[in-house]
């Protein structure tokens, strides 16, 4: 089955720096890719996605990119901002007969930002 | 009002009881969902149901059972709890579309002592 790898764990950076996670997937049929942000006491929410028909995707301050060829998809935030600090969940699926995808997560990123 | 909505937040109990841990959303949604969230794990699901009448063991359904009562409601049980299954568990909604955004309630933090 589908395996996912995120890293690092935890990323510390400076307010206004850029942040990078980055996740490697091992099943090449896998086709969608979403980000999801957990804040403290919270459940995780959806902030970005990737399909594998496009190579990237920018919404404001975040951005995915997705490398089939090497099976990895990463997340960058610019201009951090405190209350970027979160854990972040990486995943992916694939479609199957059922029309249902079985998302599969990577095991988070705690990232820090310090004012 | 939160969209879903998990009952207790936190439970402590001990090895052998049975626990039951409930959810309810108002999205509308025919999709639910259970994880679990472990330290370095990340989110594994647990069982997950289409609808009513249909439902389907997720990758660590062992130790675990279900029940969806209405749309609205799915409930989670562990029949006789054993310290493993101290987590962080998270019921979540989708709709039935491809690629449907999953919406996760607060989490129920259970310790098994």
């Known amino acids: 089955g589908e395996n996912v790898e995120q890293h690092p764990s935890t990323l510390s950076v400076q307010e206004g720096d850029s942040a990078v996670i980055k996740c490697t997937y091992s099943?090449?049929?896998?086709?969608?890719f979403p980000w999801y942000k957990q804040e403290l006491g919270k459940g995780p929410q959806l902030i970005i996605d990737i399909r594998s028909n496009v190579g990237e995707k920018k919404d404001q301050r975040i951005a995915v990119t997705l490398n089939k060829t090497a099976k990895h998809f990463s997340l960058h935030i610019t201009e951090t901002q405190p209350e970027d600090s979160a854990v972040y969940f990486c995943a992916a699926s694939k479609s199957v007969n059922t029309g249902f995808q079985k998302l599969v997560f990577g095991t988070g990123t705690r990232l820090l930002v310090s004012p | 009002d939160a969209d879903v909505t998990q009952t207790p937040r936190n439970r402590i109990t001990k090895t052998g009881k049975r626990i039951m841990l409930e959810c309810s959303q108002t999205k509308g949604h025919d999709r639910m969902y259970w994880y679990r969230q472990d330290p370095g794990l990340g989110l594994r699901l647990i069982y997950y149901?289409?609808?009513?009448?249909?439902?389907n063991k997720g990758e660590i359904s062992d130790g675990y059972s279900v029940s969806r009562q209405a749309q609205a409601k799915f409930s989670l049980s562990l029949e006789s709890a054993i310290p493993n299954q101290t987590a962080l568990y998270f019921c979540a909604t989708s709709g039935s579309a491809t690629n449907e955004k999953l919406f996760f309630g607060s989490g129920t933090q259970l310790s098994v002592l």
């Open positions: 149901s289409f609808d009513v009448k249909d439902i």
């Open positions: 099943d090449s049929a896998s086709n969608y």
